[in-house]
Structures are given as structure tokens and as C-alpha cells.
């Protein structure tokens, strides 16, 4: 059974940092990409960064990839997306999700397993 828990949300200031933890199970670290998502209100899923645990690769957002760094512990089935310089509109739900992608790691019909996602608000 395959099954992601997201963590590290909550609520920061504007230039604020925080580090969102995906943890894995029944998932092959080492074979299958994983994802940050993110979706505000009244707005699209949106892909933030991506991780092959195969090699390591690394995607992101362009207009993220400053701020964020996303990385993986295969050893502790677990994915990291670090998020610096936090900004208003970074509020979002996150989502963590598995799979392989093929054509575009950005395009959410790519991944068959998501978590539950968790709850960032950057506001002062």
C-alpha cells in the first residue's frame, strides 16, 4: 500500500523559511520521481519541484528555483522541499506525489499517489 505523509507547514512571516517533509512507504525510493505540488485558492495544482530517486535529478519552477531546494533520504523513504524567502504568494496547500513521469514532471495526470498535502501560510 503505497502512502505519503506531508509535514512542516504552517504559518510564517514574509521571508520566512520552512522545510517540508514527504515520507514514503510502499513506494521504491530509487525507482519512482517525487513531487511538490501546490494549490491555492481558486487556483490550479501547480508543479513546484521534482526529485528523481534514481539518480537524483532535479526540476523546478523556474521562478522558484531560487528560493527552493528540493532533496531525498532514501535511506529514511523521505523527500525534502526547502523553501526560503518565503512570500505571500506562497500560501498554498502542499502536496507530495509518486510516480514515474514521462512527458512532463510538472503535470499532476503524471502521478498515480498523493498525500494529503499540508498547510502553508506566509503572512504577517
Known amino acids: 500500500q503505497v502512502q505519503l505523509v506531508e509535514s512542516g507547514g504552517g504559518l510564517v512571516q514574509p521571508g520566512g523559511s520552512l522545510r517540508l517533509s514527504c515520507v514514503v512507504s510502499?513506494?521504491?525510493?530509487?525507482?519512482?520521481?517525487i513531487v511538490w505540488f501546490r494549490q491555492a485558492p481558486g487556483k490550479e495544482r501547480e508543479g513546484v519541484s521534482c526529485?528523481?530517486?534514481?539518480?537524483?535529478?532535479?526540476y523546478y519552477k523556474d521562478s522558484l528555483k531560487e528560493r527552493f531546494t528540493i532533496s531525498r533520504d532514501n535511506g529514511k523513504n523521505t523527500v525534502y522541499l526547502q523553501m526560503n524567502n518565503l512570500k505571500p504568494e506562497d500560501t498554498a496547500i502542499y502536496y507530495c506525489?509518486?510516480?514515474?513521469?514521462?512527458?512532463?514532471?510538472?503535470?499532476?495526470?503524471?502521478?498515480?499517489?498523493w498525500g494529503q498535502g499540508t498547510q502553508v501560510t506566509v503572512s504577517s
Open positions: 506525489a509518486a510516480g514515474v513521469w514521462i512527458k512532463s514532471w510538472s503535470d499532476p495526470r503524471s502521478y498515480d499517489h
Open positions: 510502499g513506494v521504491t525510493l530509487g525507482y519512482d520521481d
Open positions: 526529485i528523481s530517486t534514481r539518480d537524483g535529478s532535479t
